[in-house]
């Protein structure tokens, strides 16, 4: 029950925060670009309920939902997304850089799969200390595209280091469909050049999801080295605000039929964990937080310049 | 006092950070077993394990990536760029990540990431092995960058630059590879940030920084007696000692600039832009920046010297100056 609240949660959130940015818009201000996650909140929640505390995150520019299932700060979060002091990064980073230190929560990137190399720093620190943590890379169809995507997994293959590879693909690339950007059927059949386990599983369901990132995990803290997951999605948004909807309309419905969180949600009717009324109260606990945490947003300060310099060095 | 070459003291310093500290890493192409190919991390496996230092494949960014994430972790690592020409494969880990991780997650995590490179022209190596890249990362805010010209303050920039919590990057020049100093037995530490006057002049200010700043020592002794040059190195470049330059440009009220790198938007522009605002009435004449050629690095000795300042090159404008 507490993974269906969490994925109503990041929906609830994204179209809150999609309307804010759209009302910023119609007066005039430029709030930053805001990239949606609604569709693949299964992911964020099976991969992260899978982990440890400790374990580390990398995070994407579609990052909302993974520092949400990772246990950053409702609040906070709103905002940093609105450019307040009292945001996760101070108001430094803005949506697609939500980090959180002491949650181990390595940041969101705009870099497309900027994360990926860096995820090899903190696998190699566990393993140098031997404290059993893993490192989890969440990255896009998109992502899998770039240099740094084979540098890092021929790396972490080489050296056996903890990581899990966590491909989201969403089927776009911005406005590029994943056949343009991959000539194989799946991206985790990538795995095959850098010998390591390669899985695909439905990234609309989370308790498989959570399953094979569990396994993974589990691998990895033993010392046999990455895996590659692919996560087939979709989202429900444009890449971003500011890029038209260009997806074939018939393509869109079909994945309607496939939404994560009414799939979860009859999972649990079906198996007497919670009915209609049980979910239904969920939603609504979980849009009171969210108005709570508009409010902190709203009264909160901007940040001050005066601190820039002391921020950029230690 | 011992005899040591350029290499030989900045192996010692990372020796004795690993000593001091479990923390301290090193890794890198050919930094195992071998010991780097310019030595750098020679005897270090063997001392501290393969834990601790260690190869990897070749991908630069992927090496820069893996010193970031450790550096995030907690780790200090240090890491060698074979050549500072390589940088440019590494440059989203570089500058997208390690350089602005801290400021955009609002100063929660820390950057100890040393980077260790060669650089400089001199060595017939032609354009993708002989570039001072120096300016591109002094344009990257985030960055630290020091340029020794002496082995003493090699190890003692690459002592100061692993204790830093910030990215560091250490250059030395390769036409330097064969210098070997008497050195005291022991740690020392040069600051970031402090300019060392190698000679004390009246008559015009140099301002230097590694093997240019060796160069140009050798043309203020050959000008002794006629030219009274006061000669300033640099040693590092970010931070910047301004003071110093400020101070001796007073004094002198002319100001040459000497680098290897590029002119255009080099350092000599940010420090003639600074005496400019600070010191422009003790300015007596205008200040001339001598550097490299607005041309790629060619391979053929006479093409090269052509493209960097010589020491006849620094002797005329001087004498023009004065």
């Excluded at chain 1, 050296?159 to 985790?188: D, F, G, M, R």
Aim: hydrophobic content about 40%; some cysteine.
């Amino acid at each position: 029950m507490a993974m269906y609240a969490m994925m109503v949660l990041i929906r609830r959130f994204e179209l809150r925060m999609t309307e804010i940015f759209a009302a910023r818009i119609r007066a005039g201000d430029f709030p930053g670009a805001l990239h949606s996650s609604e569709g693949q909140e299964a992911i964020a929640v099976g991969v992260c309920n899978a982990l440890e505390q400790g374990d580390y995150v990398f995070s994407t520019y579609r990052g909302h939902g993974h520092a949400l299932a990772r246990g950053l700060d409702l609040k906070r979060i709103v905002a940093e997304l609105n450019g307040k002091a009292t945001g996760v990064s101070g108001g430094y980073g803005g949506s697609m850089h939500l980090y959180a230190a002491d949650l181990h929560f390595m940041g969101g990137n705009g870099i497309v799969g900027g994360g990926l190399p860096l995820a090899l720093g903190t696998a190699y620190a566990s393993v140098k200390r031997g404290d059993g943590r893993v490192t989890v890379a969440f990255f896009g169809d998109g992502g899998a595209s770039i240099g740094l995507f084979h540098e890092s997994v021929n790396m972490a293959a080489v050296k056996k280091w903890p990581v899990l590879y966590v491909c989201e693909n969403n089927q776009y690339a911005a406005t590029t469909h994943v056949s343009k950007n991959c000539p194989l059927e799946n991206i985790a059949d990538r795995s095959k050049a850098y010998g390591i386990p390669g899985i695909v599983v439905d990234g609309n369901d989370v308790m498989t999801i959570l399953d094979v990132t569990a396994e993974a995990a589990e691998r990895a803290r033993r010392g046999s080295g990455p895996t590659l997951i692919e996560c087939k999605t979709y989202r429900h948004r444009a890449h971003c605000m500011v890029i038209p909807e260009h997806r074939p309309n018939q393509e869109r419905q079909a994945w309607g039929q496939r939404d994560p969180i009414e799939r979860f949600g009859e999972l649990l009717t079906e198996r007497g964990i919670a009915d209609e009324a049980m979910l239904a109260q969920v939603r609504d606990a979980q849009d009171r937080k969210l108005a709570d945490a508009v409010r902190f947003m709203e009264e909160s300060p901007a940040p001050n310049p005066a601190l820039l310099e002391e921020v950029l060095f230690a | 006092m011992r005899k040591l070459k350029l290499i030989q003291a900045l192996n010692e310093a990372i020796r004795e950070a690993m000593s001091d500290s479990d923390d301290v890493v090193c890794f890198g192409e050919d930094m195992g077993d071998y010991g780097g190919v310019w030595a750098l991390s020679k005897g270090l496996q063997k001392q501290f394990g393969e834990q601790r230092v260690f190869d990897t494949p070749l991908a630069e960014a992927a090496i820069v990536g893996t010193a970031v994430g450790a550096a995030m972790a907690g780790l200090r690592p240090v890491i060698e760029l074979m050549y500072i020409d390589f940088s440019t494969i590494a440059m989203d880990t570089l500058i997208n990540q390690m350089a602005k991780a801290r400021f955009m997650s609002g100063g929660q995590f820390s950057m100890p990431v040393t980077i260790v490179a060669p650089c400089g022209a001199g060595t017939c190596e032609a354009s993708q092995h002989s570039q001072s890249l120096e300016a591109w990362f002094l344009n990257s805010p985030g960055i630290k960058v020091a340029m020794p010209s002496t082995v003493y303050d090699c190890k003692g920039l690459l002592a100061a630059a692993i204790a830093e919590d910030n990215p560091v990057m250490v250059l030395w020049h390769k036409g330097m590879y064969d210098v070997s100093e008497e050195l005291p037995e022991g740690r020392w530490t040069v600051p970031l940030g402090s300019a060392a006057v190698r000679r004390v002049g009246t008559q015009v200010t140099v301002v230097s920084y590694s093997l240019m700043a060796r160069r140009v020592l050798e043309v203020a002794e050959k000008l002794s007696g006629e030219i009274d040059l006061e000669v300033i190195d640099l040693r590092s470049l970010n931070p910047i000692d301004e003071r110093t330059i400020i101070e001796s440009v007073r004094k002198t009220g002319k100001l040459l600039v000497v680098h290897e790198s590029p002119v255009r938007c080099g350092v000599g522009a940010d420090v003639v832009r600074r005496v400019v605002e600070q010191a422009m009435s003790a300015l007596t004449s205008p200040p001339r920046v001598l550097g490299g050629r607005d041309v790629p690095i060619p391979f053929a000795k006479s093409l090269e010297s052509a493209c960097i300042p010589q020491a006849d090159d620094i002797e005329r404008t001087l004498r023009h100056m004065v």
